[in-house]
């Protein structure tokens, strides 16, 4: 079992950054893989980015590809999302995720999720 809270959202200007950090509960989060995802007011939820339980290996959505940074720290049981040059299409509700199977872009193979951060980004 594994319980994530993440915090760290806001608003922000376009271009600005933010750090969002996902905090993981339970002794085997190191062997998940962590993914962030976003969903938009009546959009459906989307893959954002994704590292493998050894940070070995990143996957990001082509529309943060070079902006965003995932990374995670198995001592600290955390996984974190550098977000810089945020652009008002940014703006969501952020969540972590924790995939027993694979560091998938895939939201339904996930196993178990944040409730979620306030991510607005103004123009």
């Known amino acids: 079992q594994v319980q994530l809270v993440e915090s760290g959202g806001g608003l922000v200007q376009a271009g600005g950054s933010l750090r969002l950090s996902c905090a993981a509960s339970g002794r085997t989060f190191s062997t998940y893989h962590m993914g962030w995802f976003r969903q938009a007011p009546g959009k459906e939820r989307e893959f954002v980015a994704a590292i493998t339980w050894s940070s070995g290996n990143t996957y990001y959505a082509d529309s943060v590809k070079g902006r965003f940074t995932i990374s995670r720290d198995n001592a600290l049981n955390t996984a974190n999302l550098q977000m810089n040059s945020l652009k008002p299409e940014d703006t969501a509700v952020y969540y972590c995720?924790?995939?027993?199977?694979?560091?998938?872009?895939?939201?339904?193979?996930?196993?178990?999720w944040g409730q979620g951060t306030q991510v607005t980004v103004s123009s």
């Open positions: 995720a924790a995939s027993g199977g694979g560091a998938t872009t895939i939201a339904k193979f996930y196993d178990y």
